[in-house]
């Protein structure tokens, strides 16, 4: 059975609400609920006093219901008198500001206090119902991702630092800080990077970062552990936030949860949703696959998210499509943010499946046109099978947008969303991988912007190519060790034999100044001057500067093929370049036009264009029941989802 429902806050409304709440969970196909994830003070109102009363009576509505839940531990917002009584645990930006209660997310993780209270809420939750009917998965905190400046943090930072590098000799060399007179003599002069006069140490920021993922996620391992040992046998997860903003290792903390959460939110609306979708879906189940867990879409927007100054609403259907769009790409189910619309708060506006207007609203009809395709659905099984991968690393990514850069424009996510995107549009399905990770079952490999790699991860790659892998590596890759500092001997270090190039010179571009390609394309934000040793020039600079100088290269590198571009291609020539190594490498795409994806033995179509499109397929289609005899036609907007024939 799928997962179908989305965040219930049965605190902000009375009683009689509750009732007709679950009459139309049951109504919308609703099968599970998150119930408690900002309910702190509500649950302790004052320290150390607890109130389970109306939490005991909505779990077991909840369970009479036949919903079952998703109980989350409150700890991202703690309640006022929190803060009042442990002013050290509000957090403090980099300027120095220590922050106050009023909002959410406002603690400082490293503080003993805080970290006291979340294990002792944690205990109480797991103690009390660890055990109810109604659990089905344990839902810890709100998407990690908050940072802090304090003494506290200095001091984990210090310890975090102290197991990293064993000696300040060591960290000395690994940030480089002969540079400026940065030397440290003593461990108490290390501080996270709070405000300074100019530039920071670029290494001093990539290790906080890495600091601050460790650091949450250690936060997140003490609850989940309190869970794990007061309530065995039951799932225990965290759902991730994504975007640049987010200062966490995703790759890295799904190798603690049961279930890959993810929250989703596209930030356009239209065809452009649906590949930000993909994209999203891609990586969760990459990180999933690679933990060996499954993955859940935790929270999307049934409408209307509340965007500052930017109206992203949902168009009619895609409340459908796009969930379908993640159950494609293997989500064991799609839930929202938020059942009911708040009356009051900061998200009043905020969309929910049942919104202000009530259950008499085109949204809340979708909810249950959704609700009743996901059980129809609820045969569907198995996994998504890709040949096309992209490697992700965030590591690489805060590494190559730290301080002193070459080029700002250079944003590790664009790179990424460009790789996805055109091959998406080209039709490819597309798994993402990492450094450490074993290429061999892919076709081709595309690695973008790639800023750091480690030894080891190179050589992976190297050997991957060499043993007849398809690569194709992007301007800003290989060029640092993992301690973000340059390789030396000519750019990408890393990469310079596997591509057989030599790069000596950078020279980025100013924003809509592009440079011309010998193939009548353009290329935009960076340039380079490459020198071919070993590889061929299969698109050359025209004019300026680099006239006559390779961009696009191609080097047969023992079995495989490796390709280099040294500058940004606009989308329609990079999707080209992309598709012709793919096929190359023997990689073939399920079928253009229209998105879609074979999970398991299933194949999901999903027409997100005003026209309908016609697809070879055979079987039954689920979500109009008829038999599938040679093809089926997706209507404009509309989904098919095709069983194979003989499915019994
Ligand atoms: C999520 C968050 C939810 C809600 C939602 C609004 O990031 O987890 O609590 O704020 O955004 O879009």
Redesign the pocket.
């Given at each position: 059975m799928f997962y179908f429902g989305g965040?219930y806050n049965p605190e902000q409304w009375p009683e009689e609400v509750w009732a007709e709440d679950v009459a139309l969970m049951r109504l919308a196909g609703v099968t599970a609920v998150t119930v408690g994830?900002f309910s702190w003070a509500m649950l302790e109102p004052t320290e150390g006093r607890y109130e389970f009363g109306w939490l005991d009576r909505v779990l077991d509505m909840l369970h009479d219901g036949g919903i079952r839940v998703v109980l989350a531990t409150p700890t991202a917002s703690p309640p006022p008198w929190f803060s009042l009584a442990h002013p050290d645990a509000l957090p403090v930006t980099a300027d120095g500001v220590r922050l106050t209660h009023g909002s959410r997310d406002t603690y400082c993780a490293s503080a003993p206090a805080y970290r006291d209270a979340c294990r002792r809420m944690a205990r109480e939750l797991a103690g009390r119902y660890g055990g109810h009917p109604a659990l089905t998965m344990w839902h810890v905190h709100?998407?990690y991702g908050t940072r802090c400046h304090c003494d506290h943090v200095a001091e984990a930072f210090r310890r975090w630092l102290r197991a990293r590098y064993g000696s300040l000799d060591r960290l000395n060399d690994a940030w480089t800080t002969a540079f400026w007179s940065q030397w440290y003599s003593d461990w108490a002069q290390v501080l996270p990077p709070r405000a300074t006069q100019y530039l920071p140490n670029p290494g001093q920021v990539l290790d906080f970062r890495r600091f601050v993922s460790d650091e949450l996620l250690a936060a997140y391992i003490e609850q989940r552990d309190v869970l794990r040992e007061l309530s065995p046998g039951v799932p225990v997860t965290t759902?991730f936030?994504l975007g640049g903003w987010v200062p966490i290792d995703h790759a890295r903390w799904a190798r603690e949860v049961d279930v890959v959460a993810i929250?989703h939110?596209p930030s356009a609306t239209g065809p452009a949703a649906a590949e930000q979708i993909a994209l999203a879906a891609d990586l969760a189940r990459s990180w999933a696959r690679a933990a060996g867990v499954g993955w859940l879409l935790m929270?999307q927007?049934a409408g209307m998210?509340?965007t500052p100054g930017r109206i992203l609403a949902k168009a009619p259907g895609e409340l459908v499509r796009h969930s379908l769009g993640h159950v494609a790409r293997g989500s064991q189910g799609a839930m929202f943010?938020q059942w009911r619309a708040p009356r009051g708060g900061a998200?009043r506006f905020?969309s929910a499946l049942v919104p202000h207007a009530g259950p008499a609203s085109r949204v809340f009809q979708e909810a249950c046109t959704l609700g009743t395709l996901l059980r129809d659905l609820s045969t569907v099984d198995g996994d998504v099978v890709a040949d096309v991968a992209i490697l992700w690393d965030a590591q690489a990514g805060w590494a190559g947008e730290g301080p002193g850069v070459p080029s700002e424009d250079v944003r590790y996510l664009d790179a990424i969303e460009a790789a996805h995107r055109v091959l998406y549009r080209a039709g490819f399905t597309v798994d993402f991988t990492a450094p450490d990770a074993d290429l061999s079952g892919y076709r081709l490999v595309v690695v973008p912007s790639l800023y750091l790699v480690s030894d080891a991860a190179a050589a992976r790659i190297g050997g991957y190519v060499a043993s007849g892998g398809h690569l194709v590596v992007s301007f800003f890759s290989g060029i640092a060790d993992v301690d973000g500092r340059v390789r030396l001997g000519g750019h990408p270090g890393a990469f310079r034999d596997i591509l057989g190039v030599r790069v000596d010179e950078f020279r980025p571009l100013p924003p809509d100044e592009p440079v011309k390609l010998s193939t009548g394309d353009s290329g935009q934000v960076w340039s380079e001057h490459v020198q071919l040793i070993g590889a061929t020039a299969v698109a050359s600079y025209t004019g300026g500067v680099l006239d006559g100088s390779p961009a696009v290269t191609r080097h047969e590198f023992g079995a495989g093929v490796a390709w280099y571009l040294s500058t940004r291609l606009d989308d329609p020539a990079y999707g080209r370049l992309l598709a012709d190594a793919a096929r190359a490498a023997g990689a073939v795409p399920p079928q253009p036009g229209i998105e879609a994806v074979r999970r398991g033995s299933w194949l999901f179509l999903l027409n997100h264009s005003d026209e309908p499109v016609t697809v070879p397929a055979a079987g039954v289609d689920l979500v109009t029941g008829r038999p599938v005899d040679g093809t089926v036609e997706v209507p404009a907007g509309g989904v098919a989802v095709v069983r194979p024939p003989g499915f019994v």
């Open positions: 965040d994830v709100n998407e759902n936030a929250d939110y929270e927007a998210v509340y943010f998200e905020h």
